[in-house]
């Protein structure tokens, strides 16, 4: 694995939503102004993530650009690895794959929510790390199967691109950090929330961990709160509990949420001093102390949301944190 990339760093994510013309002009940017990393976002119905990944790259000559995240019930472990070597071996050292559960809902609407999801979890992230290290497998496994499967030797990358696992719950942090070569942590990701995420993961090797937050900067603190909360009005829903319930106003939080009749309206109730804890907001100063705390609490590298409409002046005052 390349050891570059256990240092502490700073990315911003490629928005799922932003307009097909701005994703190659903001990874420019995002490279231009510092940021260390560049995530892009594989949800259902959106854009695809190995295709977002080959574009960014191709664009750019420093930034490392990861996915987030690939489900593994959606691509066959063996062409999975393929194309994590191919990106590997045209832009060596710049690539991290994110594979992980996916959202129920989502894998349920296409046939693909597995009986034992952590089972499918652990055989393969086992399959595709092996696979990219140049093993030949011969696996027959509840879910994966491969049968004298191999990377050809002009296949495999000299750096080998790491494998995260974008996963929440106990268990799963567990298979993470036992099999995989880092944890995608996703928003919102508080210091205590990663400290307890760090606890279940439990590696014995070197493992990253990237945390993804809605962000909002400005010289204008007022401002930079109001800019962050469309991106929380989501916060509390049932898939995200393991997130809020380490907070202090875990219980005023759900009881806010069960009061509200919409996403907006719950957005737009909540309190000013709560959204510098479920998002990395304020002027320079704070949203860079709110970093600093998350990489004290283990994360290696802090992947801003931006918020706001308009992508590429988010970036720029994202940038203010660099």
């Known amino acids: 694995m390349d050891s570059t990339a256990t240092g502490p760093a700073v990315g911003v994510m490629l928005t799922r939503d932003i307009p097909a013309g701005q994703a190659v002009p903001y990874a420019r940017r995002a490279e231009d102004l510092g940021f260390d990393e560049i995530w892009v976002v594989e949800d ?16 750019t000559s420093r930034i490392r650009v990861g996915i987030g995240i690939v489900p593994v019930g959606a691509r066959n472990p063996a062409f999975a690895a393929m194309e994590a070597a191919t990106l590997g071996q ?36 086992d399959a595709v790390r092996a696979l990219l290290r140049g093993e030949r497998l011969e696996t027959a496994g509840r879910y994966i199967r491969l049968d004298g499967i191999e990377l050809e030797d002009c296949a495999r990358p000299d750096v080998v691109p790491d494998i995260l696992a974008g996963v929440r719950g106990p268990k799963s942090l567990a298979v993470s950090g036992a099999a995989a070569d880092g944890t995608i942590l996703a928003e919102p990701v508080s210091p205590q929330y990663a400290r307890e995420a760090v606890g279940h993961i439990g590696a014995t090797r070197p493992h990253r961990l990237v945390a993804y937050n809605v962000a909002s900067v400005g010289t204008d603190p007022a401002a930079a709160l109001a800019a962050a909360r469309p991106g929380l009005e989501w916060v509390g829903e049932p898939d995200w509990a393991a997130h809020i319930r380490v907070l202090p106003f875990a219980g005023e939080l759900a009881a806010l949420r069960a009061d509200c009749a919409t996403r907006e309206e719950f957005g737009r109730r909540i309190p000013d001093a709560w959204i510098p804890q479920l998002a990395v907001a304020g002027t320079p ?10 990489h004290g609490a283990g994360v290696t590298s802090a992947v801003l949301i931006p918020g706001g409409g308009d992508h590429l002046t988010a970036l720029d005052s994202l940038a203010r944190v660099l």
């Not at 259902?44 to 664009?59: E, K, N, P």
């Not at 594979?99 to 349920?108: D, E, I, S």
């Open 285 to 294: 100063a704070q949203a860079r102390a709110r970093i600093d705390e998350l």
């Open 90 to 125: 045209l832009f060596p050292g710049r690539v991290d794959v994110g594979v992980g559960h996916g959202m129920p809902g989502w894998m349920r609407s296409i046939g693909e929510w597995p009986d034992s999801p952590l089972t499918l979890l652990r055989e393969y992230l």
């Open 44 to 59: 259902l119905g959106f854009r695809g993530g190995i295709a977002q990944a080959a574009a960014v790259l191709g664009a």
